[in-house]
């Protein structure tokens, strides 16, 4: 089972994230779970956001403490917080303009960074890198195909009435993909 863990705060949608992320996973086989955990339910305040992925049925449904892979939306938390419990042979994604050495010495994983926000900003015209950042991820994780995940996309945002905003995710996923340095 992957067990992946996202953070970030309210208003930078990720729980769509994750959502998206696991249809993705849906449309290329797997069973999947994705939920979110909100604290004081307001714009700004720090959230998380579980997805678990398996080839086979997913028993378990509680909080992931040991993930496999964290994605990191915004880098002004802690980093060390937020790389709680992770698997010594996973991987850390922070959207961050800075480089990965900018990060805690003392952290073993390997660290990926990406500046997703200008990527939204550039593709949408707000920074909103919910689903820029998943491009990255997606490469990374080599589990997902791009054009699975673009497909997520389209699907959840028509979901949320969002069809306008589509082609320009999907190109912000694109770009994020495209960009992102193994």
Known sequence: ???????????????LAAHILGR???LS??????FAVYGAERRGAPMTSFVRIDKKE????DYIFDPDF???VDDTLDVNEIMEGLSKDGFVLINTSKYPGHFSPKIKQKIYT???TKIALDTLGAPIPNTAILGAFV???????????KKA?????????????????NKAVEICYNQMRL
């Open 58 to 61: 997913i028993l378990e449904r």
């Open 114 to 116: 990406i500046d997703a």
């Open 139 to 149: 490469k990374i994780f080599k589990k997902i195909p791009i054009e699975t995940l």
């Open 153 to 169: 996309v389209q699907i959840e945002l028509k979901d949320e009435n969002k069809e306008d905003l589509v082609e320009k995710n």
């Open 29 to 34: 086989g797997y069973q999947v779970q994705s």
């Open 1 to 15: 089972m992957y067990k992946i863990r996202l953070h970030g705060r309210g208003g930078q949608g990720i729980k």
């Open 70 to 72: 964290v994605i990191c």
């Open 24 to 26: 993705a996973a849906f």
